[in-house]
């Protein structure tokens, strides 16, 4: 499967600390998928559509210094987990239960 063949749409925004990339597909209650290291968002490319097609928003960023986010440091956990809060208030997405 090449990128282009995939049903995403890609973002950019804007965090406290760096610009963050992320693809996004689907509507419904929100599921966030992080990739591991060093990957980016490509390696969930075969859960995306079927999640989307389930009824859920599927989110998927390169984290900090993968694929087109910003290679700023720092690197350790607590940073990256702050990142991705970012990332989901800024969508305005709200709690799910």
Not at 8 to 31: K, N, W
Not at 73 to 94: K, N, Q, R, W, Y
């Amino acid at each position: 499967m090449k990128p282009s063949e995939l049903a995403v749409t890609h973002h950019f925004v804007q965090l406290p600390s760096l610009r963050m990339h992320y693809v996004e597909a689907g509507s419904g209650p929100v599921v966030v998928l992080l990739h591991g290291f060093p990957e980016n968002w490509w390696s969930w490319r075969h859960q995306i559509q079927p999640l989307a097609a389930a009824g859920f928003r599927v989110i998927v960023p390169d984290l900090r210094g993968y694929g087109e986010t910003d290679k700023a440091g720092p690197f350790d956990l607590d940073t990256l987990a702050s990142d991705v809060c970012h990332l989901i208030e800024s969508l305005g997405v709200e709690k799910q239960v």
